[in-house]
């Protein structure tokens, strides 16, 4: 169970601006506004500019809330992990309760003034997404299951369908397509991490598939979760949302995203560490690319309908 009263290391410290803003991950949330941004401009209703802006702006500031929310209950494994001692609660540039504030606050903010903003609909799928993150993921998911990623992944997957809602007021199967990209993208994408980040998953106790099925099972689990991103990624091509520009972006790019899965897939341990986890780490950077041209292509497309360019023409 996880111990709520972490305390930060001794010492003084004057918090600065830019560790709250890093504990809200803007990585993460940069993602967040840009496929909620393709969501709400790809639905087929047009929204004010100012509506517009204000929304997304308030998506951000959900976004970092479920950040500042995880780092909070995930400081005692933070502190465990190479790749995120550093973070702003236990390198002890941020005391753990602010955090907890800071989330708490803009979480109720940025719900209210969404519903203000655009139409309660939106609001509560934006306060379920926090949710979702924040306790489901966070501080149930993460450490009892192998699952964990997969499930959590849905958390990472609702910004866009958030996007259309705000424009539409209402669902659809274009929506659920966006967040069906996103959902299936997730576990390949850190599984790859998991593979190269060695210990650290072990250390934290964290049950990623490598520490409980194992290295040889996480690899064959990436390329099957990467045949079914495939067919998704290129059939959503001959959707609403899809078009001559997207079908090409996402052709290349899974052709790539499938090889390398395939490299991993037929790699022992042996060979990994002999070059250092070489061709997960392409893969891993590959995937960083792979979700961001994915919805730039489906924001081109919906950019171009206008004039009669995009989409299919249905």
């Keep these: 169970m996880t111990d709520v009263s972490y305390s930060t290391p001794a010492g003084e410290y004057d918090t600065q601006l830019g560790d709250y803003f890093a504990l809200m991950k803007p990585r993460v949330m940069s993602l967040v506004v840009f496929t909620a941004l393709v969501g709400m401009l790809a639905a087929p209703v047009s929204v004010h500019p ?11 500031i959900g976004a970092g809330a479920s950040g500042a929310l995880n780092m909070w209950w995930d400081a005692d494994i933070d502190s465990v992990m190479h790749r995120t001692a550093k973070r702003p609660i236990p390198s002890g540039r941020v005391p753990a309760g602010e955090a907890l504030s800071l989330g708490l606050a803009l979480s109720g903010l940025s719900v209210m003034m969404l519903g203000l903003a655009a139409n309660l609909l939106a609001a509560g799928l934006l306060a379920f997404t926090i949710f979702f993150y924040a306790v ?42 966006m967040f069906a990209l996103i959902f299936m993208w997730t576990p390949p994408h850190f599984w790859a991490l998991a593979l190269f980040m060695k210990s650290d998953y072990n250390d934290a106790d964290v049950p990623m598939l490598t520490v409980t099925h194992g290295r040889r099972s996480t690899r ?95």
């Design 50 to 60: 100012v509506i517009a802006f204000s929304s997304i702006l308030f998506v951000a």
């Design 136 to 177: 489901v993921y966070s501080m149930w998911l993460k450490r009892s299951t192998p699952q964990n990623i997969v499930i959590g992944g849905a958390a990472g997957a609702f910004p866009p369908v958030i996007g259309w809602v705000i424009a539409t007021g209402s669902f659809s199967i274009e929506a659920w397509l």
């Design 220 to 314: 064959i689990h990436i390329i099957a979760y990467t045949v079914l991103l495939v067919a998704l990624a290129i059939g959503a091509g001959f959707t609403a949302i899809g078009g001559p520009t997207y079908l090409i972006v996402a052709v290349i790019l899974n052709a790539l995203f499938l090889k390398g899965a395939f490299d991993i897939w037929r790699r022992d341990e042996t060979t990994a560490q002999a070059d250092k986890y070489k061709v997960e780490k392409k893969f891993f950077r590959l995937s960083l690319w792979y979700l961001f041209a994915h919805f730039g292509a489906i924001l081109v497309e919906a950019m171009l309908r206008p004039f009669g360019l995009g989409g299919w023409g249905i």
